[in-house]
C-alpha cells in the first residue's frame, strides 16, 4: 500500500462520507505498507496518521515505513512511544497540524462574493483545507462555500454538508457592495473598541500571528475592501 493509499484508508475511516482527492497528490508513491497492521490500529492512532500525512513532511516515507516496522510485533500497537525519533517526530507534526486546524476554525474569514458565495482564502502551512472544509460544511450547510489555500492552489466547494474539490480557473468575482460596507464596518469597529492602555502586542501575536494576519479582515485594513 502506498502513503497515497494509505490516506485513503485513514480518511474512510475517519471521515467515511467525505473524500477529497486533491489531498493526495502531494503524497509519494514509493512505499509498501500492510493492511493487516492498519488494521491493528486504533482510532486516536490513525487520526494522528492523518494529521501527520496533512503536514507535507519531507521525511514521510521514511517515519512511516519505521513505524509500521516497530507496531507489527506490538500487542497494542501505539505512536505514544516517544522515546523514538521517528514515532516523535510523526507525533510533533500531527499535533502542529491539529493546533492549525483548531485555530483556523477561528481565524477563517469568509466573505460574500457576487454569485451568493461565502469565500475565504488563506495560506496553511499544512495541507489542512479537507479537515476545514468538512467542519465548516457542517457548521454552515445552507451556505455555498468556497475555501481556498492559496499556497497549494486548491480549493473546496462546500453546500448542504458535502465537500467537493473546486478548481478556480479565473479571477475571484467581486465583493458584493453589501459585504464592503460590512467590512468596513467590521474594521472600525475592531479599531475603536480595544483599550489602548491594556494593549498587549505579545498576546495579540500569540493568538493572531503575524503569518495569518494578511487573511484576517480586522488586520487588513483598507486593503481588505
Same mark, same amino acid.
Given at each position: 500500500? =502506498?502513503?497515497?493509499?494509505?490516506?485513503?484508508?485513514?480518511?474512510?475511516?475517519?471521515?467515511?462520507?467525505? @473524500?477529497?482527492?486533491?489531498?493526495? !497528490?502531494?503524497?509519494?508513491?514509493?512505499?509498501?505498507?500492510?493492511?493487516?497492521?492498519?488494521?491493528?490500529?486504533?482510532?486516536?492512532?490513525?487520526?494522528?496518521?492523518?494529521?501527520?500525512?496533512?503536514?507535507?513532511? $519531507?521525511? *514521510?516515507?521514511?517515519?512511516?515505513?519505521?513505524?509500521?516496522?516497530?507496531?507489527?510485533?506490538?500487542? =497494542?500497537?501505539?505512536?505514544?512511544?516517544?522515546?523514538?525519533?521517528?514515532? !516523535?517526530?510523526?507525533?510533533?507534526?500531527?499535533?502542529?497540524? &491539529? &493546533?492549525?486546524?483548531? +485555530?483556523?476554525?477561528?481565524?477563517?474569514?469568509? +466573505? $460574500?462574493?457576487?454569485?451568493?458565495?461565502?469565500?475565504?482564502?488563506?495560506?496553511? !502551512?499544512?495541507?489542512?483545507?479537507?479537515?476545514?472544509?468538512?467542519? @465548516?460544511?457542517?457548521?454552515?450547510?445552507?451556505?455555498?462555500?468556497?475555501?481556498?489555500?492559496?499556497?497549494?492552489?486548491?480549493?473546496?466547494? *462546500?453546500? &448542504?454538508?458535502?465537500?467537493?474539490?473546486?478548481?478556480?480557473?479565473?479571477?475571484?468575482?467581486? @465583493? =458584493? $457592495?453589501?459585504?464592503?460596507?460590512?467590512?468596513?464596518?467590521?474594521?472600525?469597529? @475592531?479599531?475603536?473598541?480595544?483599550?489602548?492602555?491594556?494593549?498587549?502586542?505579545?498576546?495579540?501575536?500569540?493568538?493572531?500571528?503575524?503569518?495569518?494576519?494578511?487573511?484576517?479582515?480586522?488586520?487588513?485594513?483598507?486593503?481588505?475592501?
Amino acid at each position: 500500500m =502506498t502513503e497515497k493509499e494509505l490516506l485513503v484508508y485513514i480518511e474512510k475511516f475517519l471521515f467515511p462520507s467525505q @473524500f477529497f482527492p486533491k489531498q493526495l !497528490e502531494i503524497l509519494p508513491q514509493d512505499s509498501s505498507i500492510s493492511f493487516h497492521v492498519l488494521s491493528k490500529l486504533d482510532r486516536n492512532t490513525l487520526k494522528t496518521l492523518y494529521y501527520y500525512l496533512l503536514s507535507e513532511d $519531507e521525511k *514521510c516515507t521514511e517515519c512511516l515505513r519505521h513505524f509500521l516496522s516497530f507496531i507489527k510485533n506490538q500487542n =497494542t500497537p501505539s505512536i505514544n512511544y516517544l522515546a523514538d525519533s521517528s514515532l !516523535e517526530r510523526i507525533y510533533t507534526k500531527a499535533r502542529q497540524v &491539529r &493546533r492549525e486546524i483548531h +485555530r483556523m476554525k477561528g481565524l477563517l474569514r469568509f +466573505r $460574500e462574493l457576487c454569485g451568493g458565495y461565502l469565500y475565504a482564502q488563506f495560506k496553511p !502551512e499544512n495541507n489542512i483545507i479537507l479537515p476545514l472544509a468538512l467542519y @465548516f460544511s457542517n457548521r454552515m450547510r445552507a451556505e455555498r462555500i468556497l475555501i481556498h489555500d492559496i499556497r497549494r492552489n486548491i480549493a473546496a466547494f *462546500c453546500h &448542504r454538508d458535502k465537500v467537493y474539490p473546486a478548481k478556480l480557473k479565473d479571477q475571484v468575482p467581486s @465583493f =458584493t $457592495e453589501d459585504e464592503k460596507i460590512f467590512s468596513k464596518l467590521w474594521n472600525e469597529y @475592531f479599531a475603536k473598541i480595544a483599550i489602548k492602555e491594556r494593549l498587549n502586542i505579545k498576546i495579540q501575536k500569540q493568538k493572531v500571528p503575524l503569518k495569518y494576519r494578511s487573511f484576517v479582515i480586522e488586520f487588513m485594513g483598507e486593503n481588505s475592501l
